[in-house]
């Protein structure tokens, strides 16, 4: 890449960090992003995101002196790669919405020139870039894939809250319309991440060196490719596939351990104790745990994706169709447990003040996106429940400025998020002494036991 100028379009939890990378590895780079307020933000040198690692990030690119966050689509002219970061949501049917996409494409195609490469790392369902992207792009610029630009994916794969795996290290796969094109990507991201470069055939053939990295949450050391690795697929096709099939995956396991904790509930298991357990098994298993609710942009929303994909080739995925309908159904699951456990007190719903904790859509996050919050609120609001919100990182729904103040006058707590420091202070507190009467659990991430001897009822998702 003569020309080291290069366009990261949305900056979001996707492209903050990505454009800050980019910038920390000496590329001049153009920031482009719709929403002003947030490029003013990012112009005065803060980050619009709360996450330590992003903005330690952003400070060392904004130190550098090559990032440059505008809302003026014509500060991309001379750029020689386009890495395309917006959201890529699903409507109210849950088919995806394809639409902040094509806005994307119609910023970036009057400045495509000879030789660009555009990258979309937004999470597309496969056959989004061959049969929407690529015609779209030929048709908008007069000009030929492969011959006049280059086209290539490298879905993101961005952990929002993780302290070992950022922008900086994450394994990342890529793929393209050409072989030059998936070379062309392969060695911009292998130039930003610093790792090596595999074709994905080496992983079958056993080719691929693997590092061993403790796993903190099972206490046994895991096999990871090298940090921040690129692996060339053999076509753009397969990128595509590989973030709604691995987050797929991750969505239909949970499911099945929600499914489990039903089935927990019904023989008088604890089917954490049970998963504990399990997980002494050193292969074969996540683990993964049930909950009130599946929530964020991937878990949530990809599997849509992918079962759009196989819904137009013909065949209809039970599966994951169940999978979706088990974790959709969760956060009414929870409400259950709660009535039930309401019911045993003597209290109904109706009338009853009820704190709810938790607005993010996992702990340690400020991001709501498709969390079951919003679910629960709504459901336990048509009951007629008097509900309290609080958040520590998100604070727009928080009914009170702090945690004790908010559960003051409430008889049940329903965690929805386990924020650790919420959680830590909601463990160091005299639950009973406030009138607590119940707490469910919809994280089971309390001690059931010492809730107990405080005369509390407990309710975890498929745990006693």
Not at 215 to 224: F, N
Request: aromatic share 6%; with cysteine.
């Amino acid at each position: 890449m003569n020309n080291k100028k290069i366009a990261v379009i949305g900056l979001g939890y996707v492209g903050l960090p990505l454009a800050s990378l980019c910038a920390v590895k000496d590329y001049q780079v153009v920031g482009f992003e719709s929403n002003q307020k947030i490029v003013d933000i990012l112009s005065c040198g803060k980050s619009h995101i709360i996450d330590i690692k992003v903005e330690a990030l952003l400070s060392k690119a904004n130190d550098s002196g090559n990032f440059h966050p505008t809302a003026n689509n014509e500060k991309l002219a001379d750029c020689v790669a386009y890495l395309i970061c917006v959201p890529t949501p699903i409507n109210s049917n849950n088919d995806p919405d394809i639409k902040p996409l094509i806005s994307a494409l119609d910023v970036i195609a009057p400045y495509i020139n000879k030789d660009d490469l555009i990258v979309v790392e937004s999470t597309v369902f496969p056959g989004t870039c061959d049969d929407i992207v690529l015609p779209y792009l030929e048709e908008k610029t007069g000009k030929k894939v492969g011959v006049d630009f280059q086209l290539a994916h490298c879905p993101e794969r961005v952990n929002p809250g993780d302290d070992f795996w950022t922008t900086e290290n994450i394994p990342r796969v890529v793929g393209a319309t050409t072989q030059k094109g998936v070379k062309a990507a392969a060695d911009l991201y292998v130039s930003i991440l610093g790792g090596d470069l595999f074709d994905v055939r080496d992983i079958r053939k056993s080719l691929r060196p693997k590092i061993s990295i403790a796993d903190t949450k099972s206490g046994y050391e895991i096999s990871q490719p090298p940090l921040g690795s690129v692996t060339m697929m053999r076509s753009i096709r397969d990128a595509e596939a590989v973030k709604a099939m691995e987050n797929t995956v991750r969505d239909v396991n949970i499911a099945f351990v929600n499914e489990l904790a039903k089935i927990s509930d019904v023989l008088n298991l604890d089917v954490v104790d049970v998963i504990d357990g399990m997980s002494t098994k050193p292969f074969g298993k996540g683990p993964f745990f049930p909950g009130a609710g599946v929530g964020g942009h991937c878990i949530a929303v990809d599997p849509e994706w992918l079962k759009d994909a196989a819904k137009r080739a013909g065949y209809m995925p039970e599966i994951i169709q169940l999978a979706r309908n088990t974790n959709n159904g969760m956060p009414e699951y929870a409400i259950s447990l709660l009535q039930d456990a309401l019911n045993e007190k003597a209290l109904p719903i109706k009338g009853t003040r009820i704190t709810v904790l938790g607005v993010a859509y996992k702990k340690n996050v400020d991001d709501a996106r498709e969390s079951p919050f919003f679910e629960i609120h709504n459901v336990l609001k048509k009951k007629g429940a008097e509900l309290s919100v609080y958040d520590s990182w998100i604070s727009k729904e928080n009914t009170s400025d702090t945690l004790e103040e908010t559960l003051k006058g409430s008889k049940a707590i329903f965690i929805v998020t386990d924020h650790d420091d919420c959680i830590n202070q909601l463990k160091n507190m005299d639950l009973a002494n406030l009138g607590i009467k119940v707490v469910v659990d919809g994280r089971n991430c309390l001690d059931s036991e010492s809730l107990t001897a405080q005369g509390i009822l407990y309710r975890g998702v498929g745990r006693r």
